[in-house]
């Protein structure tokens, strides 16, 4: 195997995150979640996430399943039986909004959210290059956790007034829960990222110092 073969981004201009410009891998403990557990602590907390990584998709699959049937549903009535249904509309709005922030989570899980990827191109330091990503994932946390404040304290309220919707008389908070339960997920993930990343920086540091 040729040793000049780069084994980090550091190293060379590619765009990481980019698959249809580059097919190089993005290092695992790159991802929110690490592929493997050095310790036992480690192996309780990837089981615990991998159960609701699970339910999270569980839970956007039946709700996009659900709103194509809603859709199918509200067009036969509309155009085939000329008796449309406005709470059908209510429930796909409700269905739509939790993928969305559903969504939301399980993108900063992957790494899909947006990000720029500059830094790849400018800083060949593959240290100083981690080192920013580090400082990236804590802002991006922080901005998720002002959010999220926001989005709680907005919801609460909702629940709080007890207000309804229009057709269906539902609580709008079921409505709102799913900003808490989204933004909780991007807070989550982005911390998990962050250690990771911290782990990382540490272990560099060490190998350096050893060397």
């Known amino acids: 195997m040729n040793n000049n073969t780069p084994q980090s981004v550091g190293y060379t201009k590619i765009y990481d995150y980019d698959p249809d410009l580059s097919s190089h891998p993005i290092p695992p403990h790159l991802h929110a979640v690490p592929d493997t557990a050095n310790n036992r602590l480690d192996g309780y907390l990837l089981r615990f996430e991998r ?40 429930a796909s709005i409700l269905l739509a909004v939790w993928i969305y922030f559903l969504g939301m989570g399980y993108a900063t899980r992957e790494r899909e959210h947006i990000h720029g990827g500059i830094v790849s191109l400018v800083v060949k330091d593959p240290y100083k290059v981690k080192l920013i990503r580090f400082i990236g994932s804590i802002t991006c946390m922080l901005a998720a956790i002002l959010f999220g404040y926001f989005a709680c304290k907005y919801a609460l309220k909702e629940i709080d007034k ?50």
């Open 51 to 90: 159960l609701l990584n699970v339910t999270f998709r569980s839970l956007m699959i039946l709700a996009g399943l659900g709103l194509a049937l809603l859709m199918f549903t509200q067009v036969v009535l509309r155009y085939l039986l000329d008796s449309p249904f406005s709470g059908i509309e209510e």
């Open 162 to 211: 007890g207000r309804v919707s229009i057709n269906l008389r539902w609580p709008r908070g079921i409505w709102s829960a799913s900003m808490i339960v989204g933004f909780a997920m991007m807070v989550g993930y982005f911390l998990l990222e962050t250690i990771n990343e911290w782990r990382d920086i540490r272990r560099m540091k060490r190998s350096q110092k050893g060397a």
